[in-house]
């Protein structure tokens, strides 16, 4: 299938490659200053704090910040609005899923050495006593360990029971256990060590497997395990080919089918004899995620799911396997509930202070999280119109429209050739993202870029819906660097990928010429043309001048804001 | 609830009494006045009670963006303190105590700003500063005082007579002072080296509201490629994101709208272009009136067919000298965040 063609990547690899080492620094809209950055210039120290701010916060010789202490805000120190009630602090929204709390991490500090070298501030990392975590209730790392961590799996911290702590009767008891288990190992044919015998019977796997339904059949001996293999499998290959067929797209659709689908497959999982569940299902997920890679190469909202997911797997290893499976599901509902439902509703009711009776609003494509800000504001009764601009090949905004138009609100519809033609009469852009980088790009479908522009350049406001589960520590310059190809054939304007569009107008006069070519589409012979190639980029960068304002969950951000949304709360 | 205690009118002494006191700190130290006169002997009656109060402030003045600023500060703070309640009279004691520590430190913070900001006057420069704002004219007697040579060109700001205030101040420091009009700005700005403004609030994105003109200001100055910096306290933070000019609640409807063709020109509309000429009278009488009429209205509360402020984009904004230090416009925002997020 085309996806084989799969994505360019950057030289450090694929989404999780460790960005630089200070991300902010990347964060600048002052191209005149030498010294931009970081937001406050080393002049006398900032010294808007009565109370005992430990330490100050010093800026060290690289321009990166000391990332071992949690970042206050010293608007906070100054008008005195912290501590002694952070602890007290009731009901955070964002307490539950999704948003582990930071206190959590003394026992992460092996992920707290890793994060700190350069993203993510944890708390607990040795700061003083006064340097209570700026959110208590609030969240740490949903996101997970960044990068290369994650693949390991989360740390994972062996931890069997210490001898020292057991009395010399369970001393006795164990050994007994184990000497019985070495003797069943033995007559059952495999080698004596524990630790052999479970890799002959789970055989790692190093991620991509061509064929995963073999290694989880390696996995799980036993008839009754292989029909939970065939259950689970279904759900994740069924995904997987929805995505493949763009039947699901996108991100957040992605993302929930995808999660769905590991709900399953934890749900029906099996352990295998030798394992508890939490040790070893990041080994049984893994094939399943790298057959969704192979369908259609990760999105970030899908990356950043199950980076949380193996997060939260990494953190329980030592629960017994019902607990264990339990929540793991609840995990799973809580994200999707948290991070997706809940948040577009926020966003929602943020964004409907943004729209007005008498605005005309344009949108690109087919956003699921516009859609519903435009179907609430509607239904609010706020009287605007909306101008859908949508392009070939996918004509994803079809399906905004149909909504739109089933609610009645009033449309226009037009393809991204008419943007310099629709542009006058509009007062406002609200725009989905597929993620939102850190230096503030916007990564989104193919014409986005153009939009936002297009909007800039008439002092339009640009408004990007967007969760931030979605965000990426990656940072990007330009469309090419990090991209997804399409089906090229999706280009070729003829009858089978036309969705029943009337095939090519050609010119009569072509037509008599090009002959039986031309009735397939003028570019049909491509593959066979030697110096013909098509190229079909499902995805655009966005820069972030570009962009007015973001509207998250966590209230309305400038785009460049995004990597302190990360740093604080991700 | 305190009825005998009238909060507005509390406020409007205390500006009266100190011209130096900026209108938010006024209304904050009306509020623990409040609080000293409050009878409430519930923490829910308390907390209303200063709501009330507050917003009472908030509807008394016309521009209330620093006030509103201010007010939504002090609640924060009243109510982050009232976590751990044990018992309500010591607690409001406390709260008066820290409250009056609070009015000093948002007082003081413009002698902070004063102090970061004077090395960014350069010796033999010459500045462009925008009508009358306290710790702008605060911040370059300090590098007067710090024998700085330099001169200033200020914007009359004819509406209010912002430019005739401001120069008096500076004169009296010693300082070569220059008024300008409104509009020769961009005919002057080619002989500054920077552009210095106070703020009324700022903004969730680092933008600036300030006295109109403010604006235009900003954008000449980056054509010209001068820097532009903006003084704020940080009690003047609001959460407010404007998408654009008119995205501002001091923005309605009336604002700069189109008058009906027969009105009477003669009586007391404020009309924003100088065709306010009657039948008789000439221009210049005419121009004047309309200045009265202007200054009238400005007296009312609702009427305003002409902003008061308006609102600079982040992305013309150099820096910001705040009491928090000096920051760049993103930086405002990311203090926000952390604040409230």
């Given amino acids: ?570 | 609830m305190s009825k005998d205690f009238d909060v507005v009118a509390n406020y409007k002494s205390l500006l009266l009494n100190s011209p130096e006191l900026s209108m938010p700190v006024a209304a904050i130290q009306s509020l623990v006045e409040l609080i000293k006169h409050s009878n409430a002997t519930t923490m829910s009656e308390f907390m209303l009670s200063i709501n009330v109060a507050s917003q009472l402030l908030k509807s008394s003045v016309r521009n209330s963006i620093s006030l509103s600023a201010g007010c939504d500060l002090f609640l924060r703070f009243v109510t982050r303190n009232s976590q751990d309640v044990a018992e309500f009279e010591a607690w409001k004691a406390t709260l008066i105590v820290r409250g009056q520590s609070f009015v000093e430190k948002a007082d003081a913070c413009r002698y902070k700003i004063a102090d970061l900001g004077v090395p960014f006057i350069k010796d033999g420069s010459t500045i462009l500063i925008h009508a009358h704002s306290r710790v702008v004219s605060l911040l370059l007697q300090k590098a007067a005082e710090n024998h700085k040579r330099f001169k200033v060109f200020v914007t009359e700001s004819s509406q209010t007579h912002g430019g005739i205030r401001s120069a008096k101040m500076l004169r009296a420091a010693g300082i070569p002072t220059t008024i300008i009009l409104d509009a020769a700005v961009g005919y002057v700005i080619d002989k500054v080296d920077m552009v210095l403004v106070g703020a009324e609030g700022v903004v969730e994105n680092g933008g600036l509201i300030n006295q109109i003109g403010s604006y235009q200001m900003a954008i000449v100055a980056k054509a010209a490629n001068k820097p532009f910096y903006a003084v704020a306290e940080s009690y003047k933070f609001v959460r407010l994101f404007p998408l654009n000019q008119y995205d501002l609640p001091t923005y309605n409807a009336d604002t700069l709208s189109f008058q009906e063709l027969n009105v009477d020109y003669d009586s007391n509309n404020t009309d924003e272009n100088g065709q306010l000429v009657s039948s008789s009278a000439a221009p210049a009488s005419a121009l004047s009136q309309s200045a009265l009429h202007m200054k009238t209205s400005e007296d009312q509360a609702s009427q305003g067919s002409n902003p008061l402020v308006d609102y600079t984009p982040p992305n013309y904004i150099t820096l910001l000298f705040t009491d928090l230090g000096v920051l760049t416009p993103s930086g405002v925002s990311d203090e926000l965040i952390k604040l409230y997020l």
């Fill in chain 1, 1 to 570: 299938m085309y996806h084989d063609a799969n994505t360019t990547t950057s030289p450090g690899g694929s989404n999780n490659t460790s960005t630089v080492n200070s991300p902010i620094s990347a964060v600048s809209n002052t191209p005149d200053l030498s010294t931009t950055n970081n937001s406050t210039t080393s002049t006398p120290n900032p010294t808007g704090s009565a109370a005992a701010s430990s330490q100050p916060r010093s800026i060290n010789t690289s321009g990166a910040r000391s990332s071992y202490e949690p970042m206050k805000s010293s608007y906070e120190e100054q008008w005195g609005l912290t501590p002694t009630s952070r602890a007290n602090k009731t009901a955070s929204p964002r307490d539950g899923a999704g948003f582990p709390a930071k206190e959590q991490a003394g026992s992460h500090k092996k992920e707290n050495k890793v994060k700190a070298s350069g993203l993510g501030i944890q708390a607990n990392a040795g700061s003083a006593s006064t340097d209570t975590p700026p959110s208590s209730g609030g969240p740490a790392s949903a996101g997970g360990p960044p990068s290369s961590n994650s693949n390991k799996g989360g740390s994972q911290k062996p931890s069997a029971p210490s001898q020292k702590s057991m009395t010399k009767a369970e001393r006795r008891e164990l050994q007994e256990k184990q000497k019985a288990e070495k003797a069943a190992r033995v007559s059952a044919g495999l080698p004596a060590s524990g630790k052999k015998a479970a890799q002959v019977l789970n055989p790692p796997n190093s991620g991509f497997s061509p064929n995963p339904s073999k290694s989880l059949a390696t996995s799980f001996p036993g008839a009754e395990a292989e029909k939970a293999i065939a259950a689970a499998e279904s759900t994740v290959v069924h995904a997987g080919l929805q995505m493949a067929q763009f039947k699901i797209c996108g991100a957040n659709a992605r993302c929930v089918a995808t999660l769905n689908a590991f709900r399953k497959a934890i749900q029906d999982y099996q352990t295998p004899p030798n394992t508890t569940l939490s040790r070893h299902i990041q080994t049984y997920l893994n094939p399943h995620i790298s057959y969704l890679v192979t369908c259609r190469p990760m999105a970030v909202s899908m990356g950043n799911a199950i980076r949380y997911l193996k997060y939260e797997i990494g953190k329980n290893l030592e629960l017994p396997d019902e607990d264990a499976r339990a929540l793991f599901v609840e995990k799973i509902d809580n994200f999707i509930r948290d991070r997706i439902t809940m948040a577009d509703q926020v966003i929602t009711s943020l964004g409907l202070q943004k729209i007005q009776d008498g605005d005309v609003i344009l949108t690109y494509a087919r956003s699921s999280v516009v859609q519903g800000l435009l179907l609430a504001a509607y239904a609010k009764g706020i009287k605007f119109k909306v101008i859908v601009v949508d392009s070939r090949p996918r004509f994803e905004g079809k399906q905004l429209l149909r909504a739109l138009a089933a609610a009645g609100v009033p449309c226009t519809y037009v393809l991204l050739t008419a943007i310099g033609h629709v542009m006058r009469e509009v007062n406002k852009v609200i725009l989905g993202a597929h993620s939102l980088l850190s230096n503030g790009a916007l990564y989104s479908r193919a014409g986005t870029a153009v939009v936002a522009m297009s909007a800039h350049e008439r002092k339009i406001p640009v408004i990007v819906c967007c969760e931030t589960y979605k965000f990426s520590e990656r940072v990007q310059l330009d469309s090419f660097v990090q991209n997804e190809i399409g089906n090229p054939d999706e280009l070729v304007n003829d009858q089978n990928n036309n969705f029943g569009h009337s095939s090519t107008r050609c010119h009569p006069s072509v037509r008599g010429s090009a002959g039986a070519a031309a009735a397939g589409g003028v570019l049909s012979g491509w593959k066979e043309s030697r110096d013909l190639k098509l190229l079909n980029l499902l995805y655009d960068l966005t820069p972030s001048e570009f962009v007015t304002v973001v509207i998250t969950e966590v209230g309305l951000i400038p785009c460049t804001s995004v990597p302190v949304i990360l740093r604080e709360f991700l």
